[in-house]
């Protein structure tokens, strides 16, 4: 079943407790599209556009960054499973705002894992190599080109990855976000809001995670410094995008994190 009506758009697929997963920028609840089925057989699994992004509704003029998770908490209240217990999945710029999200909904949040976070305010002694669309100009070929340079830069490891349906799925991407992420992706908020949160946890990264400087092996340290009870782990064979680049590890270690 599909809503695309409401404020926020959101799938629902499955039966049994609920699960909310949320997407990164630039992106939409296609981000999960290789977890959803599996998740669902196990639970009821909510994928959600936050607003801003894909097929959710714009956002009132003039809101801001540190308004954003406010407005995101405001608007999930129009579904009814968030009055009750669930879990929550979120991925890069969504673990921002679902560490948020956790803090509000307090006892009502059972677990919740993280995949490829954002938010911890490290900043990089050389920028990741991005390349603007602009450069591209009109040409398809050359923004295809642009694109697969960007996935396999801050997403995708392996260039096998970056497939025909991947580029088409990233320039809908691209066309539907309305919300600069960046902002809250770059701020110190994660580990900061996580401190606050009481429900178990769990991190995973992609090994070759393209955000995770000055390297992963540091950045699992600090996380796991910070939350001595949090379930730290790496997902083999996979950049950022972890749970589109090894989905069966992704969702085998949630499912065992979930039920366990």
Same mark, same amino acid.
């Given at each position: ?86 879990? !929550?999945?979120?991925? &890069?710029?969504? /673990?921002?705002? @679902? $560490?948020?999200? %956790?803090?509000?909904?307090?006892? #009502? ?18 920028? !990741?190599?991005?390349? &603007?669309?602009? /450069?591209?100009? @009109? $040409?398809?070929? %050359?923004?295809?080109?642009?694109? #697969? ?112």
């Amino acid at each position: 079943m599909t809503k695309s009506q409401s404020t926020v758009a959101y799938s629902v697929a499955g039966a049994g407790e609920n699960l909310l997963l949320v997407h990164g920028g630039t992106g939409s609840r296609k981000h999960w599209i290789r977890n959803t089925a599996a998740l669902a057989e196990h639970y009821r699994v909510w994928a959600i556009d936050l607003p801003g992004f894909g097929e959710s509704l714009e956002l009132p003029a003039g809101l801001c960054s540190e308004q954003y998770i406010d407005y995101v908490y405001e608007q999930l209240q129009a579904l009814a499973f968030t009055r009750e217990p669930f879990l !929550i999945g979120a991925f &890069s710029f969504g /673990s921002v705002v @679902s $560490s948020g999200l %956790a803090i509000k909904f307090g006892e #009502r949040l059972k677990k919740m894992s993280i995949v490829g976070p954002a938010g911890y305010g490290i900043k990089r002694a050389v920028p !990741i190599d991005t390349r &603007s669309m602009r /450069s591209a100009g @009109s $040409s398809l070929e %050359a923004q295809n080109e642009v694109m #697969r340079h960007n996935l396999k830069a801050i997403m995708l490891y392996y260039p096998e990855s970056i497939t025909d349906e991947m580029l088409a799925m990233h320039r809908i991407h691209i066309n539907e976000t309305r919300f600069d992420s960046r902002p809250l992706s770059l701020s110190s908020l994660l580990l900061a809001n996580l401190k606050q949160v009481s429900c178990p946890i769990q991190i995973l990264w992609g090994e070759h995670d393209q955000y995770a400087h000055p390297a992963l092996d540091a950045r699992m340290q600090l996380t796991q410094q910070t939350l001595p009870t949090a379930h730290l782990a790496k997902i083999a064979r996979a950049g950022h995008w972890a749970q589109y680049e090894n989905a069966e590890d992704t969702n085998r270690a949630m499912l065992d994190f979930f039920k366990n």
